[in-house]
């Protein structure tokens, strides 16, 4: 099991940027993948970045270019920077790993991109 603590969303202007952590309770390297997913109202969850271990990292072509996923092993966490943000962008976003077969899930955080 893993439990994830998210933090780091809120409001910001178009064109800015937010970073997003998620620190998880176990050794990094002892998960398959970890990465983000956001969810808009009315919408269903999206992947919007992910690193895969041994595989590298994905990301959603609406956020190529503009967002960046990493992780830091010294503190079991992986971050997701958001810049050139746009109202589009507007979403719950969840922390997620998956070990084995296993998917588990943060609490959510809330972007929102509103002038």
Not at 15 to 23: F, Q
Not at 96 to 110: L, S
Request: with cysteine; net charge positive.
């Amino acid at each position: 099991q893993v439990q994830l603590v998210e933090s780091g969303g809120g409001l910001v202007q178009p064109g800015g940027s937010l970073r997003l952590s998620c620190a998880a309770s176990r050794s990094i390297f002892s998960i398959d993948a970890m990465g983000w997913y956001r969810q808009a109202p009315g919408k269903q969850r999206e992947l919007v970045a992910v690193i895969r271990s041994g595989y590298g990292t994905v990301l959603a072509d609406s956020v190529k270019g503009r967002f960046t996923i990493s992780r830091d092993s010294a503190t079991n966490t992986v971050n997701l920077q958001m810049n050139s943000l746009k109202p589009e962008d507007t979403a719950v976003y969840y922390c997620n790993a998956v070990i084995a077969t296993t998917a588990y899930w943060g609490q959510g955080t809330q972007v929102t991109v509103s002038s």
